[in-house]
Nanobody, 130 residues
């Protein structure tokens, strides 16, 4: 059974850091998806892309988050991580882990587009206070 289980969310003050984890299963399956990503949904807003990591290790981030967030994966642990630094109140959201095939634009690519991701976790809440 495919599962993505997020953890590591919580409440922090502005300027703080959190590291989110996403445990994937079955072992050796989802972790080798072409695209693994993190999305978030702020209160009262639509879900938006945060970061993706491609099977070869390349990464891509939402422009507004570059420099503060880092995405990584550990194949041996079947886990994907999101390191978030200098958190601000506007980062308050439910954070979701997802896996996908990617899309074709003359070449295979991973972009921050929900429709390209077919497996999702239940989310972990991040709350940042000022």
């Amino acid at each position: 059974q495919v599962q993505l289980v997020e953890s590591g969310g919580g409440s922090v003050q502005a300027g703080g850091s959190l590291r989110l984890s996403c445990a994937t299963s079955p072992p050796g399956d989802i972790i080798n998806s072409y695209c693994l990503g993190w999305f978030r949904q702020p209160p009262g807003k639509e879900r938006e892309g945060v970061a993706v990591i491609v099977r070869d290790g390349n990464t891509n981030f939402a422009d507004s988050l570059k420099g503060r967030f880092t995405i990584s994966k550990d194949i041996a642990k079947n886990s994907v991580y999101l390191e978030m630094n200098n958190l601000q109140p506007e980062d308050t959201a439910m954070y979701y882990c997802a896996a996908g095939f990617g899309s074709w634009a003359g070449y295979r690519q991973c972009v921050l587009r929900e429709a390209d991701f077919y497996h999702w976790g239940q989310g972990t809440q991040v709350t940042v206070s000022s």
